[in-house]
């Protein structure tokens, strides 16, 4: 068992976050000790945080992640790809944004006088 400074620690997440995800049931600790009640996580409990940073740093949304983490493992995958098509989206519509600014700053460049 580890308390929030050693998981903070161990997968540099902050404790504000840590205290995110318990307070959204992404990541609950293992138990609570001592008179303050104090949080600890167990090793299954820190493969989910890093599973979740994982998904974060894939682009995920944390409703996403939730939704994967606590699916049945048959229904993970599917889950993933219907993520992997929103990020293809995402990426074509940024793609479609980065042409138009890119036509628009050509179009100013033939605007331009060419003494300047």
């Known amino acids: 068992m580890?308390?929030?400074?050693?998981?903070?620690?161990?997968t540099h997440v902050t404790r504000k976050r840590l205290y995110y995800y318990d307070h959204i049931g992404l990541l609950k600790p293992t138990r609570r000790v001592g008179p303050q009640k104090s949080k600890q996580y167990s090793n299954k409990a820190i493969e989910r945080l890093q599973k979740i940073l994982k998904l974060q740093e894939a682009g995920l949304t944390i409703h996403e992640i939730k939704a994967i983490l606590d699916a049945p493992v048959l229904q993970q995958k599917a889950l993933l790809e219907e993520a992997?098509?929103?990020?293809?989206?995402?990426?074509?519509?940024?793609?479609?944004?980065?042409?138009?600014?890119?036509?628009?700053?050509?179009?100013?460049?033939?605007?331009?006088?060419?003494?300047?």
């Open 2 to 10: 580890k308390s929030v400074h050693e998981v903070c620690a161990l």
């Open 84 to 116: 992997a098509i929103r990020l293809y989206q995402e990426r074509d519509t940024l793609n479609a944004q980065i042409r138009n600014m890119e036509e628009y700053l050509e179009s100013l460049e033939e605007k331009q006088p060419a003494d300047q």
